[in-house]
């Protein structure tokens, strides 16, 4: 399998503006932006370190300019949503998640991770997985839809996104099976197919890549976190056996990945050994990568889940309570009134109307 020849860059002088004149609504509308990573240069001379994957950032702009965007739009809204609700601010969690959310994705994009997923396919898993499973949920924590709606005008709320919100695109896009499907087909389909290498050598298929992950990572975490408003919740049970599901799909990849007897990408295959590892020990590591982190990952959320289920019933507990005491107490009221009617209809049959008082009578 010949390389892809490098096409002409798509993206080359495209102005990240689209954000800034969404202004209010950056903090969401930039999400996906980032995604689109400029492309890599040659391999990098020196071999990959701790200390060179966490300090060798580059700036960006196609990155950084949308994730400040959404930084600044989240930053707005929160302090919009403290002047029309002070006694109800964002949660200080809530925007250390969607701040934190954006950090991962300038790890995944801007730091050493980006400088050698071209040539680690180990590196490159670990960045994926940053797209995938930590990004995604990490905002999905955040409620940005919540927080959109409580700092919006009334009007604005009615004639724009209510409607958006209840749009059957947003409905079928929310959709749980849809978002499943959607996740599983865009991990599978990326990387047991000729995109992936593709991806490897063109810029714009692997700007495309990044973008897909972290959409896909969205629409899926979405309903696990169910802080949002959405068309279809799903209860906690539901949502165990959503993660239940997925998590098998995710495994398998990472076996797949992890026992394959060859190279499974020409781009990492003819790049020899750079760093002194081999192409099949590398794809073994990233395969192990993807199976034990996204085990890690989907175990850690059901486990997330399980707790807040008992946390809900523990807060519902009283009221449930207090639901049940009604209850007894309006049955228990029917009871003594059927005993009060019952005890009147045989007072009514006196010693007179008994069967043959009357003859009793006529005979003295």
């Not at 991770?113 to 924590?141: C, W």
């Not at 079928?172 to 978002?179: D, E, G, I, M, N």
């Not at 972290?214 to 068309?231: A, M, R, Y």
């Not at 009871?335 to 009357?358: C, E, H, I, K, M």
Request: positive net charge; charged residues 15%.
């Amino acid at each position: 399998m010949r390389p892809v020849p490098r096409p002409r860059d798509l993206l080359a002088g495209r102005p990240p503006t689209a954000a800034a004149r969404l202004a209010g609504l950056a903090s969401l509308a930039g999400l996906a932006f980032p995604a689109l990573a400029a492309a890599h240069g040659p391999v990098p001379p020196d071999r990959p370190t701790l200390a060179s994957l966490a300090l060798g950032w580059h700036f960006e702009p196609a990155v950084a300019v949308p994730l400040s965007l959404a930084a600044v739009g989240w930053l707005a809204l929160d302090r919009r949503v403290r002047r029309l609700h002070p006694d109800r601010p964002i949660a200080v969690v809530r925007t250390a998640a969607f701040l934190g959310g954006l950090a991962t994705i300038a790890v995944a994009l801007m730091s050493g991770i980006e400088r050698y997923d071209t040539t680690l396919f180990s590196v490159h898993m670990a960045q994926h997985l940053l797209l995938l499973l930590v990004a995604p949920p990490l905002i999905a924590l955040s409620a940005p839809i919540t927080q959109l709606l409580r700092a919006s005008s009334a009007e604005a709320r009615n004639r724009l996104l209510l409607p958006i919100l209840r749009s059957t695109p947003v409905s079928v896009l929310a959709h749980p099976v849809v978002a499943s499907l959607t996740f599983g087909l865009v991990l599978w389909v990326t990387h047991f197919s000729p995109l992936f290498n593709l991806a490897l050598e063109d810029r714009g298929a692997h700007d495309a890549e990044h973008a897909a992950y972290l959409v896909s990572g969205l629409l899926f975490w979405w309903p696990v976190v169910g802080l949002d408003p959405s068309p279809r919740r799903m209860g906690y049970a539901a949502r165990v056996l959503y993660l239940l599901l997925q998590l098998p799909l995710n495994s398998f990849l990472g076996m797949a990945i992890l026992f394959a007897n060859t190279p499974l990408y020409a781009h990492y295959a003819t790049l020899g050994s750079p760093f002194g590892i081999t192409p099949l020990a590398d794809q073994e590591l990233a395969g192990g990568i993807m199976w034990l982190a996204g085990d890690v990952a989907f175990i850690g959320a059901i486990l997330g889940v399980v707790a807040a289920w008992m946390r809900h019933d523990q807060r519902d507990a009283p009221a449930a309570e207090r639901r049940a005491d009604v209850e007894r107490a309006r049955l228990s009221e029917r009871a003594d009134q059927l005993a009060r009617t019952r005890a009147a209809a045989a007072g009514a049959v006196g010693p007179s109307n008994q069967p043959g008082s009357g003859d009793s009578s006529s005979s003295r």
